[in-house]
């Protein structure tokens, strides 16, 4: 098992999402930092998803969580997000580490949940920002 205790959330789990799994990471994790990814943000129906990108330009913020029990949040964040084993394939989403930049210009290694099918149907989210999207 890696030892990446990082996690880079840019949807449902970001604060402020009053949802049951986004207080698993309040009860597991702390919150590190805002961070930025790059990448493209889709929406998917009315959830993200992101994708790596080759531009600096594209860039998905979220924000950074240290996770205190990795080996217990890591699989239930895996089951919320339907990959790993045990789902069909190709599944929704990957998890993978992946370098964010934190707010302070810091660059780290975090856990991402990339998306895993086409976007070629999906509306990108130009601001890369899901919360802009969500409150309006």
Same mark, same amino acid.
Request: with cysteine.
């Given at each position: 098992?890696?030892?990446?205790?990082? &996690?880079?959330? @840019?949807?449902?789990?970001?604060?402020?999402?009053?949802?049951?799994?986004?207080?698993?990471?309040?009860?597991?994790?702390?919150?590190? /930092? @805002?961070?930025?990814?790059?990448?493209?943000?889709?929406?998917? &129906?009315?959830?993200?998803?992101?994708?790596?990108?080759?531009?600096?330009? /594209?860039?998905?913020?979220?924000?950074?969580?240290? &996770?205190?029990?990795?080996?217990?949040?890591?699989?239930?964040?895996?089951?919320?997000?339907?990959?790993?084993?045990?789902?069909?394939?190709?599944?929704? @989403?990957?998890?993978?580490?992946?370098?964010?930049? &934190?707010?302070?210009?810091?660059?780290?290694?975090?856990?991402?949940?990339? @998306?895993?099918?086409?976007?070629?149907?999906? /509306?990108?989210?130009?601001?890369? /920002?899901?919360?802009?999207?969500?409150?309006?």
């Amino acid at each position: 098992m890696t030892t990446c205790k990082s &996690l880079f959330v @840019y949807g449902t789990l970001r604060r402020g999402s009053h949802n049951e799994i986004s207080q698993l990471l309040a009860r597991y994790a702390d919150f590190v /930092d @805002y961070a930025t990814y790059q990448g493209k943000l889709y929406m998917i &129906l009315d959830y993200p998803g992101i994708m790596a990108s080759e531009y600096s330009s /594209d860039i998905v913020h979220g924000e950074v969580y240290e &996770l205190r029990k990795p080996n217990i949040v890591l699989p239930l964040l895996d089951k919320y997000e339907e990959c790993g084993s045990g789902f069909p394939k190709p599944t929704e @989403y990957m998890r993978k580490i992946q370098p964010v930049r &934190l707010r302070k210009g810091v660059m780290i290694s975090a856990w991402i949940y990339i @998306y895993n099918r086409s976007t070629e149907m999906l /509306d990108e989210v130009p601001s890369g /920002d899901f919360l802009k999207i969500r409150n309006g």
